[in-house]
């Protein structure tokens, strides 16, 4: 199983970033993915989920903001994140979801994207 994230970067306050996680090995058609983060100093967050059949799952504390989004052609799942707050500054990995889990029960991962949020 490998997951490759791809897309982050430095963003000014209020900016946009879209992120990818390319997958293979695995038959990711049937398997939900999700997108969790950890930020300096800070212990991981669980962002977003989505499952097969297209339903979606974010955090409480995300707000709005950002869209999980999959491919299944591609072997990819997107995380578009809008209004970029300094707070949003973190490392963004990309994982599997444990089958017949919820969201955030997670067993694959990737290497993550760096984002900086800052002017």
Do not use: H
């Not at 946009?16 to 997108?35: D, G, H, I, K, P």
């Not at 059949?53 to 072997?75: E, P, V």
Request: glycine share 12%; aromatic share 10%.
């Amino acid at each position: 199983v490998q997951l490759v994230e791809s897309g982050g970067g430095l963003v000014q306050p209020g900016g946009s970033l879209r992120l990818s996680c390319a997958a293979s090995v695995f038959n990711f058609r049937s398997s939900a993915m999700s997108w969790a983060r950890q930020a300096p100093g800070k212990g991981p967050e669980w962002v977003s989920g989505i499952y097969s059949d297209g339903s979606t799952y974010y955090a409480d504390t995300i707000r709005g903001g950002f869209t999980i989004t999959r491919d299944n052609a591609k072997n990819t799942v997107y995380l578009q994140m809008n209004s970029l707050k300094p707070e949003g500054t973190a490392r963004y990995f990309c994982a599997r979801v444990v089958p017949g889990s919820i969201p955030d029960m997670n067993d694959y991962w990737g290497q993550g994207t760096q984002v900086t949020v800052s002017s």
